[in-house]
């Protein structure tokens, strides 16, 4: 009995609401921009921190990254300062130290020079970064063609090296780089390996000068072959004026054996490194942290989102609650009438409360379909990465659902608590 | 009083019906102050009265769309002067028919699913009582305008679709509030035709008017005064029917 009732209520309500159909569109629309909003911005923002995390776990979520930084006294008139020469970062022996870490598995020293590489004429600009044949298993790198640096490289100061792909792409256009040689300063070096790009952070560089330039422009030799072609004192000249820094090793990874590793390890690292370093001439970079960070990053991010989201489903209810009141008014008679013809309030509040969910529902509908074609059209004119996730969809569905009900029934209740005899009075 | 007390065969009967309308501390309307009405199986009564007499209160309350403040109204063997809203709306669905001066029928909908409402409330699948609605249709001669709109409609057309409203959940009785009030003379005749053929068939009619040549048609004619029954006049006596002592049994 009770069924052909509510099928009969929900046909009114969907009948009530083509008869006005320029107004349920427009009270819709209020629900339509709340919903597909959250959908799209919750895709770009889960695009966004995917991006950020996979650029993060590039760098190896088992590793602690100990940079070379400039200390911040460089102005000449400290210690160190011999002539026009600074002398700072890690050493060789900071390397040895850190392997009595416990829990770390392998210590990558990285000796990282500017330099531009030639073959022919083209000559690009890179980051020449000498160091260990384990260096791919510990920044997590494929060797595309050839191989990678070896023992006997390393051993016999070879001048060899390895290109990554991009850089191989830009020096050699048409030829196969493993025939070749290319000279960075005034040595040549024969290209044994083809590594794949990675495209991230770790490659970034250091002191930033230029900015703007592929990351993947990098070479790499042999630590040994480093030291001696490139020494340890560089040289750099700039607008008339020298100036000569002394570091041993640019960077140190330390590979841990697992994630429960890197934390402990963390404060360990500093104490031993502190002990030798008196001045502030080195960073840790976490990737572990860093992933942690970005995840509590995007929590914010998504709470700050969602509250916008909120308010415009929010302000989507209002005017779906407007419409419904004056909606009420203009049917003070009919309800009048129902009443009489034996409904109870609850078939009115019934009646109206339909009237809202379709709007709501349906307003939901086309929002969620419009808020999956955007974050469609932002990949495919952007490139950037979004993620429409089903959570999203639920969220922004359900919450207009319950924005439907919420708001439609004071108006509901409302029109039922009206008064059959002066309803039905009403002009 | 109990139901024992009832007479046999009434419709409608109201003991001691008062109604009081509190406006204000000061402000206190008695709108109806003890009426006695007894209104037999099959009896065409018609209630008239100046205006303030009560007899709008009088229709509301026999229309179960309001409660009495004093008193007790037996429709058919129920009493329903102590229901709660729900029960009333459940008493005015099942049995009690309106029709009204100013039609009210629902603008935007049809004529069939007009005479179709009361039947929605009960929760029956409308598909059984297509028959029905039909033939009511026919009955008030509208069966070829089923899918018109209220508006596609004359006055006339609009009151017997309304007549036909009323007849749809087969109602103990029918409440007529002023039906010809909006009408000119010969529509008006018209439908009052079809309301004395109603009553020729064994419904119950409470018809309330300012018009006398309206309420000749009745058995009786119940004149009010401020909230009370001045007099009653007997045109013509009821006819006995077979069933006027079967709803009592």
Redesign the interface.
């Known amino acids: ?2 069924r ?2 509510f099928i ?2 929900v046909k ?1 309500g969907i ?2 609401l083509l ?1 006005h159909k320029l107004r349920s569109v427009l009270t819709m629309l209020g629900i339509i921009f709340g919903v597909c909003s959250v959908i799209a911005m919750l895709a770009i923002g889960e695009g966004a921190s995917y991006e950020a995390q996979e650029r993060i776990k590039k760098l190896g979520s088992n590793n602690i990254i100990i940079n070379s930084i400039k200390p911040a006294e460089e102005s000449g008139q400290t210690a160190s300062t011999r002539g026009f020469q600074i002398d700072y970062g890690l050493t060789y022996r900071d390397g040895a130290r850190l392997q009595a870490i416990p829990g770390a598995l392998r210590v990558l020293p990285m000796r990282i020079i500017r330099e531009n590489v030639r073959f022919s004429r083209n000559e690009v600009p890179c980051q020449v970064i000498g160091t260990l044949p384990f260096y791919p298993a510990v920044v997590g790198m494929d060797v595309v063609r050839g191989r990678f640096l070896c023992e006997m490289d390393e051993l016999h100061e070879n001048n060899v090296c390895v290109v990554t792909a991009g850089l191989a792409q830009r020096l050699f256009p048409y030829q196969d780089p493993l025939q070749h040689a290319v000279k960075i300063a005034e040595f040549y070096y024969r290209v044994v390996g083809i590594v794949r790009e990675t495209g991230t952070a770790e490659q970034r560089p250091q002191t930033g000068q230029m900015e703007g330039e592929p990351l993947d422009n990098n070479v790499y030799i042999p630590l040994s072959t480093s030291r001696v072609r490139f020494g340890e004192v560089l040289m750099k000249r700039a607008a008339g004026s020298f100036s000569a820094e002394k570091v041993e090793l640019h960077r140190i990874t330390v590979q841990m054996e697992g994630m429960s590793a890197v934390e402990t390890a963390d404060p360990q690292i500093k104490q031993v490194l502190n002990r030798f370093h008196d001045r502030n001439d080195y960073e840790t970079v976490v990737p572990l942290e860093l992933l942690r960070q970005a995840e509590a990053t995007k929590r914010s991010f998504n709470m700050v989102l969602g509250s916008i989201a909120a308010i415009s489903l929010l302000v989507g209810g209002i005017g779906i609650m407007n419409i419904m009141l004056a909606s009420v008014t203009e049917r003070t ?2 309800i ?12 009115i509040i019934t009646q109206f409360l339909v009237e809202t969910v379709v709007l709501s529902i349906g307003g939901g509908l086309i929002g969620v379909t419009v808020g999956v074609v955007i974050p469609f059209l932002i990949t495919a004119f952007t490139g950037r990465i979004t993620i429409v996730t089903a959570y999203s969809i639920a969220l922004a569905f359900g919450i207009s659902g319950a924005v439907g009900i919420v708001f439609g029934l004071y108006p509901a209740r409302a029109a039922a608590d009206l008064d ?2 002066e309803a ?1 009075r009403h002009e | 009083m109990t139901a024992s007390a009832l007479q046999p065969n009434a419709m409608i009967q109201t003991v001691g019906l008062e109604k009081t309308y509190v406006l204000g501390a000061e402000n206190i309307v008695r709108a109806l102050r003890g009426v006695d009405l007894a209104v037999t199986q099959g009896s065409y009564v018609a209630i008239m009265g100046p205006s303030g007499s009560g007899k709008s209160t009088m229709l509301n309350l026999l229309g179960c769309l309001d409660r009495p403040s004093g008193g007790s109204y037996f429709l058919g063997a129920e009493d329903v002067s102590q229901m709660d809203d729900d029960a009333l709306s459940e008493v005015r669905g099942r049995r009690i028919g309106f029709i009204f001066q100013s039609y009210n029928l629902i603008a935007q909908l049809t004529v069939l699913e007009n005479i179709q409402v009361p039947l929605v409330y009960q929760g029956v699948d409308l598909r059984d009582y297509e028959e029905r609605c039909q033939e009511l249709a026919r009955l008030v001669g509208l069966d070829d305008r089923l899918d018109h709109r209220p508006n596609q409609l004359s006055g006339g057309q609009q009151q017997r679709v309304a007549v036909a409203r009323s007849l749809v959940n087969d109602p103990l009785i029918i409440l007529a509030d002023e039906p010809t009030g909006n009408l000119d003379s010969k529509t008006g005749r018209e439908v009052l035709d079809l309301i004395d053929r109603l009553n020729r068939g064994g419904k119950t009619i409470v018809l309330v008017t300012h018009d006398d040549h309206v309420a000749e048609r009745a058995h009786r004619v119940i004149h009010m005064k401020d909230g009370r029954i001045d007099r009653e006049v007997v045109n013509r006596p009821v006819p006995e029917t077979p069933e006027a002592t079967f709803h009592h049994e």
């Open positions: 009995m009770l052909f009732q009969g209520t009114l009948k009530s008869l008679r009919e009048g009438i129902r009443r009489a013809l034996g409904a109870k309030k609850r078939d059959p005899i039905l």
